[in-house]
């Protein structure tokens, strides 16, 4: 998988379809999911404000969005692990890793 970037501030979601055997896998039994960056743990249970969404109006089979600008990371890079739970497997499966560039903010004014 490509590295993918995060603007930090900014409202970019990094998409991307979960599949198995090559098929994007349903994910309406999912109950939970968390991606760990580090020592932080982003954990998401769907709600339309979460920072990890899936099963939303548009989204395609498999498919979970990323929003990560809001969170507080700290720069760099990242092997961002993502887990997925649902009643079959309360432990959740590790899907897999996600590679992450953390950018601070684009925006800022430069100096006078």
Known sequence: MQTEFVYLGHDNSIDVILKSNGAAVVLTSV???TLTLGTKLIDSD??????I???KS???TGEVRL???AEVITEGNYQGILIVYDA??????VWGRVPLTIIAEVEASPPP
């Open 46 to 51: 769907n709600d339309d404000i979460d920072p």
């Open 58 to 60: 548009g989204y395609a």
């Open 67 to 69: 929003f990560l600008g």
């Open 88 to 93: 079959t497997n309360p432990n959740g499966i």
């Open 31 to 33: 109950t939970q999911m």
């Open 53 to 55: 969404r899936w099963i």
